[in-house]
């Protein structure tokens, strides 16, 4: 795997591993508990946020497929990821989830089913990441649904700044849960 992209793979599985462990002794009740009518619970943020990476990583595994085809990836996708990351950064800004990602989200109501989900995911990403050569990394195979084609690079970065963007939710949704 080129360096770049396993930097990178080890920040985003760094992330996953500290949610994953903030939340192991929660029960199914409070990971599924909700504090107001239409808010997420933790287990929804969660889904949320592997459906994005489940069905960006499904995107980028066909478009690998003809890579040799992609253009490559420049000055312009460069502002772009760096206007994302300000954007998922930006305290307060909220985002309406695409439609795609909500209309595939799965809905998990305990631990091992989303940790085994997001496992399946990181192992079908790095699968994906090792069987790009160094020289292709910058070749436009991922399309964010606001910033448009980017390299899987630039995916990586987005993967881990959406969870950054959700960590504040995740951690009040900690803390307001009711204990049992």
């Known amino acids: 795997m080129a360096p770049s992209l396993q930097s990178l793979l080890d920040q985003i599985e760094n992330q996953r591993s500290a949610i994953l462990n903030s939340i192991r002794s929660l029960s199914t009740?409070?990971?599924?508990?909700?504090?107001?009518?239409?808010?997420?619970?933790?287990?929804?943020?969660?889904?949320?946020?592997?459906?994005?990476?489940?069905?960006?990583?499904?995107?980028?595994?066909?478009?690998?497929?003809?890579?040799?085809?992609?253009?490559?990836?420049?000055?312009?996708?460069e502002f772009k990821i760096q206007l994302l990351i300000v954007s998922q950064r930006l305290p307060g800004l909220k985002f309406r989830a695409p439609r795609r990602v909500v209309e595939n989200t799965a809905q998990f109501s305990d631990l091992a089913s989303i940790e085994a989900s997001w496992d399946q995911i990181r192992n079908d990403l790095r699968a994906l990441l090792e069987n790009i050569p160094s020289h292709q990394v910058n070749r436009l195979l991922y399309k964010h649904p606001v910033a448009g084609y980017l390299d899987v690079r630039h995916a990586l970065i987005f993967f881990r700044e959406h969870i950054i963007h959700h960590q504040p939710q995740i951690e009040r949704l900690r803390n307001q849960i009711p204990s049992v």
């Not at 239409?38 to 497929?65: C, T």
């Open 29 to 77: 009740a409070q990971l599924t508990h909700s504090p107001a009518q239409g808010q997420w619970s933790l287990a929804q943020v969660l889904s949320h946020i592997m459906s994005a990476e489940r069905l960006s990583v499904g995107y980028i595994q066909k478009k690998a497929l003809g890579i040799d085809a992609a253009q490559q990836s420049g000055l312009w996708e």
